[in-house]
């Protein structure tokens, strides 16, 4: 039997839980945050329920339908053009009245509607009381509890989706902004309605309230109109922001008769969150606690890992042993002992560390300790010309850049966004923490952890150099107002951290898997030819590429199969260390690569320390440019952020290295 | 005329509540304090500043919301 089609939305303020109720819904792992502005593109899913095919769809979070940044827009254009058979606004039940706003504003879209009053539980135990039918009465749309995160109510909520899809009932339950107000909005309908090539999907109403509150970007819909003058004319006769007020207050007001009825709140008791906030944000203990959280986290990042590192680590060797001595002919050896092994083996030695990075941040994204770190951040991000919201991109980026460079679409200000999306690379992700590792082990022993540390701090104290710099040429002007909502702080779930570990590390796997095994083969290729040249020597192809750009490098302190290194690197950090694997033949000998670096006399400690820094800022990896190219949508900015990392990257190293050299090391 | 106790939401301590009478804050900020609920007769509450001294954590609505001082000082509140 052919299934029926049924395509609902899911809607609602950020942070309320739409994505934990999506994947409720539909068995997908979306990432889930305890911060507003997680989601910032629209998800899609499918899940059969009954005889019923129903396709669900995660929005971005709004406050508003008056959209401001880049993934507002994104879920309110979605509701109005692509018009899903149910929206389904999903309201925090324990934050209701500020919910409610929303709710007037998509009343007025007129489109089919359902309420889920997620969160009950924390509503339930801080002792509040909601009468669901005095809700459904005064709303006069039907309302489903949910405890998303228990998966409770989500087949009453099927069940709705299906009883609502078979009513087909679409009501329009309208505010009245007052006399004066409502004369403008007909006069605007008046003369929108004239125009008969007008977009039908928007209803008139709708339209010319938000002309009247001043919408730039539903403004910029209706440019094109022949009667986009004659309505104009009227928006400027009229004292914008007096009615923008009016209009927000009247909303106000209709939800102030009713949520009183609706529901009681408990007396404003001083709640665990409120607790754990004054101690976190404590005036004289917010800042040392931030820094020791951000040490312990590196700290941990390390300490843990090394056990499982070292296990990986003999297992990789005696792997390479035992193919190399068992493979025939002998460039089948070379190829899996030097190269792949090698190579591969390299970087997935830090797969324990990648593991532990991401779980460590998403007890961070999963706390709500980061919209603290946002509020904690802002005056000083503010002096150093970038917002405090660029602070979240900014944490997110020590896991991978090109989700932070993502998570960037939730900052409202186009230049705080640029900024934010330009110095976010410099922000030293995951993949670029083998290198240190090898390095700093190999040539800094017992000051290893610091000389990681510092690295770590060059790469930040060089997005803030940039920010400052940018600000002052290129994108001038103030960060924009900060107005930020405060989630209260949860316990993240362990199977929300366990998963975004998962998905993230197994990231890494596969990228040594694909990209990383493609390069390692590519290198040995071109360091096994011409045929008959020693392997990886000068004489080799890798040896002319790596010589041709010598000079370039040289300065810096590196050599040619440093050179080599750096070059494939460009696709993806962790080659730096692949390549170093394969050119350094670590495979075939139990010698591990940290000793064989040793003996190369090419590779000194300050070398090595130049090329970390190198390594850190010089050109974002190929998936973070194509990040910067889709978010910032401009092939000059993506070019600037090439050119001006490399560029910082040769600067700062060359300081490093000729200073070290001046100072006699 | 001038109610004699109308002054600005920065000038709250920690703890203390009042009444929201005239946002004047402009451009875009403008319509968003209003979609978060700071609207003329909310009532609003100085949770903290922040370490370092700005931005502030206000209670509104029974969710905190935090600004920086200089949006605060264009939102006149009378105290309760
Ligand atoms: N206690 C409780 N927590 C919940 C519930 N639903 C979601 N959460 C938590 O609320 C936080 C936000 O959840 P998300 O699903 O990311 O919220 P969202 O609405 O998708 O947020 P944005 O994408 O930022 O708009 C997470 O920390 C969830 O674990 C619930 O029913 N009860
Ligand atoms: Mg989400």
Known sequence: MEKREIKIALTGNPNVGKTTLFNALTGSRQHVGNWPGVTVEKKSGRIS???????????????????????????????????PDLVIQVVDASNLERN?????????????????????????????????????????????????????????????????????????????????????ILEIEKVLSE??????????????????????????????????????????????????????????????????????????????????????????LGIPIFLALMWGAFELTFAFATPFMDMIDIAATWFADYVSSSLHPDWLASLVGDGIIGGVGAVLVFVPNIFILFF?????????????????????????????????????????????????????????????????PFVSCGARLPIYVLFAGTFFGRQAGTVIFAMYILGILIAIISAKLLRGTVVKGKPAPFIMELPPYRVPTFKTSVIHMWDNGFMYIKKAGSIILVGVVVIWIMASFPWGVEYGSEASYVGSLGHAVEPLLKPLGFDWKISVALIFGLVAKEIVVASMGVLYGAGDNSEALSERLLADPGITALSSLSLMAFSLLYMPCVATVGVIKKETGSWKWTMFAIIYGVLVAWITAFIIYQGGRLLGY | M???????????????????????????????????????????????????????????????????????????????
């Open chain 2, 2 to 80: 001038v109610d004699i106790q109308e002054t600005t939401l920065d000038t709250l301590e920690p703890g203390e509540k009042a009444r929201i009478t005239k946002v004047r804050v402009k451009g875009a900020a403008r319509r968003k304090l209003f979609d978060m609920g700071m609207v003329a007769g909310a009532d609003i509450e100085l949770v903290r500043n922040a370490p370092l001294g700005d931005p502030m954590d206000y209670r509104i609505k029974g969710y905190h919301l935090s600004i920086r001082k200089e949006e605060a000082s264009q939102i006149f509140i009378n105290k309760l």
């Open chain 1, 49 to 83: 329920y009954k005889e019923y095919d129903i396709e669900v769809i995660d929005l971005p979070g709004t406050y508003s339908l008056t959209a401001y940044s880049m993934d507002e827009i994104v879920a309110r254009d979605f509701i109005i053009e692509e018009k």
């Open chain 1, 100 to 184: 409610l706003y929303l709710t007037t504003q998509l009343m007025e879209l007129g489109s089919q509607m359902l309420i889920v009053l997620n969160m009950c539980d924390i509503a339930e135990e801080r002792g509040d009381r909601i009468y669901i039918d005095k809700m459904q009465e005064l709303l006069a749309t039907p309302v489903i509890t949910t405890v998303a995160t228990q998966k409770k109510g989500i087949c009453d909520l099927l069940d709705k989706v299906i009883e609502q899809k078979q009513i087909e009932q679409h009501h329009g339950h309208e505010i009245g902004y007052g006399n004066e107000i409502e004369e403008k």
């Open chain 1, 195 to 284: 125009d008969e090539t007008r977009d039908k999907r928007y209803p008139l109403r709708w339209v010319s309230i938000r002309l009247l509150e001043g919408d730039s970007n539903v403004r910029q819909k209706i440019s094109d109109s022949p009667v986009y003058e004659r309505a104009m004319a009227i928006i400027d006769s009229i004292d914008q922001e007096e009615y923008e007020a009016e209009i927000a207050d009247k909303r106000y007001l209709a939800i102030n008769t009713v949520f009183p009825q609706m529901c009681t709140r408990a007396n404003d008791t001083l709640t665990k969150s409120d607790m754990i906030d004054r101690v976190l944000t404590n005036k004289y």
């Open chain 1, 360 to 424: 460590l941040l998403s007890l961070l994204e999963g706390s709500g300790y980061l919209a603290r770190a946002a509020f904690i951040m802002d005056k000083l991000m503010y002096k150093i010309g970038m917002h405090g919201k660029s602070f979240i991109p900014m944490l997110m980026g020590f896991g991978c850049n090109v989700p932070a460079i993502m998570a960037a679409r939730s900052i409202e200000d186009d230049k705080d966004r640029l900024i934010t999306i330009l110095i976010v």
